[in-house]
């Protein structure tokens, strides 16, 4: 499924888009391991034609599961663009595919809905991690000590260079 808009249908006035958009057609490849998306996507849009172009406006809302990047406790946050606006060409070098009539908006709000994701997704600002109690358990460290130097400098010191 895509997000479309008929171009007919803007030669006379504007046009109104409101609805849910399953999350699965926006193919949002999230590559985070910290966030997942699982409900649909939100939306409310006016969509014109002004002369070779359209202009898109509106608000865009998804809801993502995230996981805290410091303490992995599980949380929902809600992604909002609400002024969100995109101006698409329709003639020249950097035209949009029109098939059909039709306009696909699916790689625009894909693309802005991506931009938007947080970096280090967090259960609190105040967060402070995982408890003291907590952080070691279970595994030693096999990185070495800093004391004992990194292999990998170790060598590199060995080698000379002219001047």
Known sequence: MQLTVNLRHLEENTLRLEGEFPVEDLALDVRDE??????PLAYNLEVQLLEH?????????LVLDCQCARCLKPFKTTLKLDDWACHLPLEGE???VVTNDCVDLTPYVREDILLEFP???????????LPKSM????????SPSPE??????AELNKLKFGN
């Open 53 to 61: 172009n359209l202009l898109i406006q509106g608000s865009l809302s």
């Open 34 to 39: 910290l966030i997942e998306t699982r409900t």
């Open 148 to 153: 004992a130097g990194s292999p990998a400098w």
């Open 94 to 96: 950097e035209a949009v």
């Open 135 to 142: 952080l070691g358990k279970g595994k030693k460290s096999s």
């Open 119 to 129: 970096r280090h997704p967090l259960c609190a600002a105040e967060c402070r991690g």
